[in-house]
C-alpha cells in the first residue's frame, strides 16, 4: 500500500521554528513531485512548495527565504523547515506526490496532514 505520513508539526511562537517529514511507503518518491501544502482555518487548501521531478523548486511567495524543502531520497523522506514562522503559517500541512513534473491539486498520493499552530 502506498501512502505518505507526515510529522513533526505543533505549537511555536512566531518567529519560531519548525521541521516537517514526510516519509513515503510503497513508492519510491526520487521520481515524484513532491510538494507541501497547507489548508489554513476556513480557507482552502494551498501550494506552499513544490520539489519537481526534475530538480527544481518553487517556493509560494510568503514562504520564501523562511522556507526550505530538501529531500533523503535514500530514507525515501522529504522536509520541509519553517523558519521565522508567522501566525499567518497557521495551517494544517499536506505533503504530496505527483507523476507528473508539477505539484498539482490533483496529486496521486496525499499524507493525513500535520497540525502547525503559530501563536504567543
Known amino acids: 500500500q502506498s501512502q505518505l505520513v507526515e510529522s513533526g508539526g505543533g505549537l511555536v511562537q512566531p518567529g519560531g521554528s519548525l521541521r516537517l517529514s514526510c516519509v513515503a511507503s510503497g513508492f519510491e518518491m526520487d521520481s515524484f513531485s513532491i510538494g507541501w501544502f497547507r489548508q489554513p482555518p476556513g480557507k482552502e487548501r494551498e501550494g506552499v512548495v513544490c520539489?519537481?521531478?526534475?530538480?527544481?523548486?518553487f517556493y509560494k511567495d510568503s514562504v520564501r527565504g523562511r522556507f526550505t524543502i530538501s529531500r533523503d531520497n535514500a530514507k525515501n523522506t522529504v522536509y520541509l523547515q519553517m523558519n521565522n514562522l508567522k501566525p499567518e503559517d497557521t495551517a494544517v500541512y499536506y505533503c504530496?506526490?505527483?507523476?507528473?513534473?508539477?505539484?498539482?491539486?490533483?496529486?496521486?498520493?496525499w499524507g493525513q496532514g500535520t497540525q502547525v499552530t503559530v501563536s504567543s
Open positions: 504530496s506526490a505527483d507523476r507528473s513534473a508539477w505539484c498539482r491539486r490533483e496529486s496521486d498520493y
Open positions: 520539489f519537481m521531478s526534475n530538480g527544481n523548486t
